[in-house]
């Protein structure tokens, strides 16, 4: 079937020529285009004070920028959470990788604050229709193994948005530093159109109503199944708070890292902002186990948040890196958990759907408290919104951590 025929949802005929992959090779594509979306999402990380300063923008410029990647990206959610159920999961990351080319293009070549956060706005799509595709993909090839499933997805997710900040970084050092990371990567996204147009794709698990198809893809009440209620509402508060850390680094920690690290290098700023999300993804890969293992991963990201405004206080790299690592380590500790329990209790049917409502509330914790930590940083200066900011998530992850463990010792008895 052609991706063209998916996409108008007509029935095909198998081309002769398609590529019928291995289950291996589309566990690979479907991880790797959401990773790749998620760097370029992120590529410009360590690259902000450049564009900053070259475009004169204030610091709360830049989180609007950086929020318009959300918004849409939650919208997106909404609007379109479901399509791959549809019309096909290849089909759906194609249109994702075409979205997420066009608005790199946009912002890599961006002259103002508006072409900036259409840009983004576009890349914030693409990322929101490969999202519940790439997850729903992994959940189709893992049937037996939803646990699985969840770890590959928060493992792509968490590796690509910690991987872009590094990334972006290293190539910054390339001549026009805020152009040359944006061609690069434009090259390596076009260059995963070709497996993804060549592969046999599997056929959509809802096909449209023959009269009318493209009813299917009409937007919809983000909806989840009863016996998932509670694990969806723990997941997405875990989420919120994590992508309101995530947030933090991503947009304005690069300018307060580098004051306290005393530096201008942007491969060093782009690492110290990859490592909450760095240790976040490496956590996917030891996975430890146990009945405590959300409260204290909670516990831990309370600590790491609550010592970053001392790091900035003693003026100690040291600590600050041991903040972050901590922070990344508890929060995937956390989610991994929170998130494979929504997964396993959904039907397979609604996990598209499903994993979208759950990034749809947790993808707010990156506009909403970045927008106001933006706001607040150009009336009171960025390091006192910085130590409120980190004090208010630090104090909200104890108590859910505290609440985490009284829920989880009652269910033991």
């Known amino acids: ?143 037996t193994r939803p646990d699985w499933a969840s770890r590959f997805t928060l493992m792509a997710s968490a590796g690509g948005v910690a991987a872009g900040p590094v990334i ?52 919809r009440r983000p909806a989840v199944s009863p016996d998932a209620r509670r694990s969806f509402w723990t997941a997405s508060s875990v989420g919120f708070l994590s992508f309101a850390v995530f947030g933090f680094t991503l947009s304005l920690a690069p300018t307060w890292f580098a004051g306290i690290a005393g530096t201008s290098s942007r491969p060093l700023i782009g690492l110290l902002a990859a490592l909450v999300l760095g240790s976040s993804a490496v956590s996917q890969l030891l996975s430890p186990r146990g009945r405590f293992v959300v409260p204290l991963g909670l516990a831990g990201m309370a600590v790491g948040v609550g010592l970053l405004p001392v790091a900035e206080g003693t003026g100690s790299v040291s600590l600050l890196v041991a903040a972050c690592v901590v922070a990344g380590f508890g929060q995937g500790m956390a989610f991994r958990v929170v998130f494979n329990e929504v997964s396993v209790k959904v039907d397979p049917a609604l996990h598209a759907q499903t994993v979208s409502a759950v990034y749809v509330i947790t993808y707010l914790g990156s506009a909403v408290p970045v927008l106001g930590l933006g706001a607040a940083a150009g009336v009171w200066g960025l390091n006192e919104s910085v130590t409120v900011f980190a004090a208010a998530v630090s104090a909200v992850c104890a108590v859910l951590a505290i609440g985490s463990l009284i829920v989880r010792r009652r269910a033991a008895r």
């Open 168 to 219: 972006g970084g290293l190539l910054s050092l390339l001549p026009t530093p805020t152009r040359t990371p944006f061609l690069v990567y434009l090259v390596v996204l076009a260059s995963l159109l070709v497996p993804l147009v060549l592969l046999r794709a599997r056929p959509a698990i809802k096909p449209g109503a023959p009269d009318n198809p493209l009813s299917a893809l009409r937007p």
């Open 1 to 143: 079937m052609s991706v063209i025929n998916e996409l108008r949802m007509k029935p095909s005929s198998a081309e002769r020529r398609s590529w019928d992959a291995s289950l291996a090779v589309r566990l690979a594509l479907a991880v790797t285009v959401i990773s790749t979306l998620l760097i370029g999402a992120n590529l410009a990380t360590p690259i902000y004070p450049l564009i900053q300063a070259e475009l004169g923008l204030t610091s709360f410029a830049v989180t609007v920028a950086f929020a318009s990647y959300v918004v849409a990206l939650i919208v997106g959610l909404v609007l379109a959470g479901h399509w791959s159920d549809y019309i096909g999961r290849r089909a759906a990351l194609v249109l994702a990788v075409v979205l997420g080319l066009l608005g790199a293009a946009l912002f890599g070549f961006a002259t103002s604050l508006p072409m900036l956060a259409a840009g983004r706005i576009l890349q914030g799509a693409a990322v929101a229709l490969a999202t519940g595709a790439s997850a729903a993909a992994l959940r189709d090839l893992l049937p």
